[in-house]
C-alpha cells in the first residue's frame, strides 16, 4: 500500500486520527472559524473552538458535523483537509488511503457524502465503517467468532447501540443525539431554572467537572458564569450536580431506550452471550458519571467502560484498514 494508511473518528465533537506504529496522532474539535467575506479558512480545531461566542460578526465559527454526519460539505473537507496535512505533511507523493467512521444508522447519501469528502480532502482511496463494529475492533473486543457482544457508543451527535457477531453487525439502533444534547438540556435547565444564558462550552464544562447519570451521595458544585436574562449583565451561581442530574433524565432515558430496542431484537442465542458477557461502553459519553451504572440498573445486563472510550473508534478504523481483508465485506468503499 503506497502511502499512509491512517483511520479517522469523524465525530460531532472531535476529530481523531490513528496511524499505524503511531496510535492516535490528533486529537482535535470538529471546530472550523473562517471568514464570512471570502471563506478564508483562519482557524481548525482547539484554535477555532477558543473563539465559539466570542468573534465579532466577519468571522463565523462552525461545527460543521451534525448529529454524526455533515451538516456543511465545503467546510468539513476544509477540515479534513487541514488535519490530512497536519498528520500526513503538505506535500504528499502518495496520498493516504483512509477508513473513516460513521453511525450505523446513516442514509447512503450521508455515506456518499463522506466518501466524497474525504477523497476531495486528499484521500488516494477512502472507506467507511460503522462506528459501533469500530468501536469494538479498537477496545480489542473478540468479534471474529458467532459469540454476541454488545457495544453502545455514546459520541457528541450520536449514541448508537449494536449487537457485533463474526466481524459484522447483527441488530443496531441509532438515536441522533449524545453528548451534546446533553450539554444542550443542562443550558436550558439553567436558563429556566436560574435566568441563566450560558454558551455550549460553559454547559459542556459543568457536564465534565459534575454531571452524573445518578444523584450521588454527596452533591458536587460549582460556580457558573453567564448573563443574567433579566438584566443583562453578568452573574454567577454556583449549581449542585443534583441539578444537572435532573436536567440530563429525559435525555438519558432516551439514550437508554434506544439500548433496550436493540435488545428486545437480538436473536436468542446471541441475547444469552449478551447477558454473559455485558454491555461495552466506548465514546466520550460513557465517561459520564455512573453511566454505566444507570444501564446496568435499567437493562439488567452488566455495563463496563472500555480502557480508552475516546480513542476506541479511531483506532479500530486504522485496525481495520490494516486488515482491510477480513472486513471488506461490512465497508463502504470508493476509490
Known sequence: ????????????????????????VLNEPSVVAYSEADSRVLAVGTAARRMLGRVPDRVKV????????????????AMLRHFIQQVCGRLQIFK????????????AIESRAVLDATLQAGAREAHLIAEPL?????????????????????????????????NDIVVSSSLRMGGDK??????????RRYNLLIGERTAEDVKVQIGSA???????????????????LPKTIMLKSSDVSEAMAETLALIIANVKAVLEQTPPELSADVA????????????LRNLDTLLSRETGVAAYVAE?????????????LENLEIYRHCLTSAS
Request: one cysteine or more.
Open 182 to 191: 446533553l450539554d444542550e438540556v443542562i443550558a436550558t435547565y439553567i436558563k
Open 96 to 107: 493516504p488511503t483512509i477508513m473513516v467512521c460513521i453511525p450505523a444508522g446513516v442514509t
Open 62 to 77: 462552525s461545527r460543521p458535523m451534525r448529529d454524526g454526519v455533515i451538516a456543511d460539505y465545503t467546510v468539513t473537507q
Open 134 to 166: 469500530a468501536a469494538a475492533i479498537g477496545a480489542g473486543v473478540p468479534i471474529a467468532g458467532p459469540s454476541g457482544n454488545l457495544i453502545v457508543d455514546i459520541g457528541g451527535g450520536t449514541s448508537e447501540a449494536a449487537i457485533i457477531s463474526l
Open 276 to 287: 454473559d458477557r455485558g454491555m461495552l461502553l466506548t465514546g466520550g459519553g460513557s465517561l
Open 1 to 24: 500500500m503506497f502511502g499512509k494508511a491512517i483511520g479517522i473518528d469523524l465525530g460531532t465533537a472531535n476529530v481523531l486520527v490513528y496511524m499505524k506504529g503511531k496510535g492516535i
Open 214 to 232: 445518578l444523584p450521588l451521595a454527596r452533591d458536587l458544585e460549582v460556580e457558573v458564569r453567564g448573563r443574567d436574562q433579566v438584566d443583562g
Open 308 to 320: 480508552d472510550p475516546l480513542a476506541c473508534v479511531a483506532v479500530g478504523a486504522g485496525r481495520a
